[in-house]
């Protein structure tokens, strides 16, 4: 059974840093394309960040320059560094695999595109 579970959210004043990691688990395929996602209150589940098995990383025009992606191969954890947030990156952040054993990730995923999801961690950034 595939679980991702999201943790290392929180509040932070604007211009602040968090880190988000996304501890993975019984996935059976060795490529992969993962994502973060986030959702604020009454938007669109939005995509904002996307690793594949082979490192290649790509952001949402919002986020470039100030998130960083990675993953720990070792500990099946994968990380979102933000930072410089800004009161817009206020939402749930939620980590998803796609499930489709490739390591080809769609330039502009959707949410529809991933299987797995885990259940979310908060941030909110005040001005």
């Known amino acids: 059974q595939v679980q991702l579970m999201e943790s290392g959210g929180g509040s932070v004043q604007a211009g602040g840093s968090l880190r988000l990691s996304c501890a993975a688990s019984g996935y059976p395929y060795s490529s992969y394309c993962m994502v973060w996602f986030r959702q604020a209150p009454g938007k669109e589940r939005e995509w904002v960040a996307t690793?594949?098995?082979?490192?290649?990383?790509n952001y949402a025009d919002s986020v470039k320059d100030r998130f960083t992606i990675s993953q720990d191969n070792a500990k099946n954890t994968l990380h979102l560094q933000m930072n410089s947030l800004k009161p817009e990156d206020t939402a749930m952040y939620y980590c998803a695999i796609d499930g489709r054993a490739s390591w080809y990730c769609p330039p502009l995923p959707g949410r529809a595109y991933f299987i797995y999801w885990g259940q979310g961690t908060q941030v909110t950034v005040s001005s």
């Open positions: 690793i594949n098995s082979r490192g290649s990383t």
